[in-house]
């Protein structure tokens, strides 16, 4: 959004119907202008095809629902080259955070999506993402026995006793949030204030994972995809076969 903002020439503002709001209130618009702009829904679409040029038309103010990304970097070859140094600034501008002193000088990310089959606060169970305890095991396994864990290593993971797992069995290892929660969910299970200090943790944790020396991923996830192209930190993904790295137009430099 704030791309297409920088394209039409229009000033960027958010608005959060999120818990999200909470914690960054100084940086939010009025939930009352929303009321009074045209708006475009641009929820789970796919293509920006015709987009930038429809913004381009409108007269006044515009609002636009999102929660989505669309295909930007295959439609406009400067794209990623355009929005690099806003998503490398992001912390400090829009949402700033305090940054986290890293428990040592260098280290390693080590990144476990489970999915949200595994998790409490998900509503929708149709993601396995890991795949099977199995696939689970097997890359923990090669993870162990490869040079990897040479390095001081960052677990990140959206499920809290698969943490406390990789904890014991990785060397020196460490984590952010000891409750994490996927905020894409919003459920009553959990009290408000847990929600917002895990959310405010795990913003930490993902600036921290753009400072790290690598990133390793056991599965497909958006979290370390985002965190290595905004650092420009190399990408892996954990194969049984050992350490392959991962590119896509987000991880050009993952080599």
């Known amino acids: 959004m704030w791309y297409l903002a920088q394209k039409t020439g229009r000033e960027f503002k958010i608005i959060f119907q999120h818990e999200l709001g909470i914690l960054f209130r100084d940086k939010l618009a009025s939930k009352a202008l929303?009321?009074?702009?045209?708006?475009?829904?641009?929820?789970?679409?796919?293509?920006s095809a015709g987009l930038i040029s429809t913004i381009s038309r409108e007269q006044t103010d515009i609002g636009v629902l999102a929660n989505t990304s669309l295909d930007f970097f295959a439609t406009d070859p400067n794209y990623l080259k355009t929005v690099r140094p806003y998503l490398q600034t992001f912390y400090q501008t829009l949402l700033p955070i305090t940054n986290l002193t890293p428990r040592y000088p260098e280290f390693q990310v080590l990144h476990c999506r489970m999915g949200d089959k595994m998790l409490t606060e998900a509503t929708n169970k149709s993601d396995n993402r890991i795949g099977s305890s199995d696939a689970f095991t097997a890359k923990l396994t090669a993870y162990l026995a490869g040079p990897a864990t040479e390095m001081p290593t960052l677990i990140c993971t959206d499920h809290e006793p698969t943490q406390r797992q990789l904890l014991e069995a990785v060397p020196n290892s460490w984590v952010v949030n000891t409750k994490p929660y996927h905020f894409a969910y919003n459920t009553r299970a959990i009290p408000q204030s847990e929600i917002i200090e895990s959310i405010g943790l795990t913003l930490q944790e993902h600036e921290l994972m753009t400072r790290a020396k690598r990133i390793i991923k056991f599965v497909y996830s958006g979290f370390p995809i985002l965190a290595a192209a905004i650092g420009t930190t190399p990408l892996f993904t954990m194969e049984e076969s050992g350490l392959a790295p991962y590119t896509c137009e987000w991880t050009p430099h993952s080599t």
């Open 34 to 47: 929303l009321s009074t702009l045209p708006m475009l829904r641009l929820i789970d679409g796919k293509t």
